[in-house]
């Protein structure tokens, strides 16, 4: 390449989208080759694994005019993105080989990874970092504050699958996600007892995989009643519970927390028959275990029922 050359461009794609240090062959030999790397986010998860590779990586976010004028001289400048993308890079890259006036480098566009199952979480994790840091409300959030978010945020989910709409459950799923990352975002800050969302994970995954022994064991289940029994098994030797209502939140829905006090009473075995007494909410009691024992969750029967009332009501105002 001679020295009038005007040099070349590589923008590593996808780099954010696999386990830190996981680069493809090809993107190691580029940022091997390249005579400036760039990275304009200074938290960009494989910087660590770069500076261990003794990959030199300048923390700039150039222009388009200014990474054009850094390939001069047939010089190869890589670009690691930023999670979100580097949408003005990009398109002031493409505005400027439109207008024909500047000699462009060649561009060239690379995998920096190839996406495997899950990797899109580390983009959600990275932005949800950027934005705990530099959103004056994200950064003020607390636990207390964004409970009532994951409340509201469930019951739309459970709304998205009585819908059936797939568009609003994938919606729905990720703002639960969301409700989750920000929480362990929050959770890193904490001085006494901080973690992260990778603790998090890790603590499911461990529990997951000893509460399923005949999957990851030498335990066999051979139905899903089988397989309730070893979840319930392993979980009551792992709580330690005194009472089959421990664990039980108080605070949830009426319906739904006698339906579960009833199943736990008939799966222990205990003969336990809800209390009689005068009111409508010894009634709804007495039906909630009802419906448990039938296989029914009263909630979502309740729902449907409310839902067609719903539709009654807008039929009848002409809607």
Known sequence: ??????????LLTASHRVAPGLLSW?????????????????????????????????????TAEELVAACAGGRTVLVLPSGEGDRD?????????????????????????????????????QVMDRIRRECPWSSRQTHRGLAKYGIEEAYELVEAIEDGSREELREELGDVLLQVVFHARIAEEDPEEPFSVDDVAGTIVGKLVHRHPHV???ATAETPEDVKAHWLRTKAAEKQRDSVTDGVPLGQPGLALAAKLA??????????????????????????????????????????????????IRAAEGL
Do not use: K
């Open 263 to 312: 199943g736990r009473v008939r799966t222990a075995g205990l003969d336990v028959p809800p209390p009689a007494g005068e009111g409508i909410g010894y009634e709804l009691l007495h039906l909630a275990a009802r419906a448990e024992a039938e296989g029914v969750d009263p909630e979502a029967a309740l729902r449907a029922a409310a839902r067609a009332y719903r539709d009654a």
């Open 1 to 10: 390449m001679t020295s009038e050359s005007p040099g070349r461009i590589v």
């Open 216 to 218: 990851f064991g030498d």
């Open 89 to 125: 890079l990009t398109d002031g890259l493409a505005r400027l080989a439109g207008s024909g006036r500047v000699a462009m480098p060649d561009l060239e566009l690379l995998p920096g990874s190839y996406d495997l199952p899950g990797a899109r979480l580390l983009d959600l994790v």
């Open 26 to 62: 090809p993107a190691w030999q580029a940022l091997r080759g390249a005579d400036r790397v760039l990275c304009p986010d200074a938290h960009h998860p494989q910087l660590p694994y770069l500076t261990e590779a003794g990959v030199a990586v300048e923390h700039l976010r150039p």
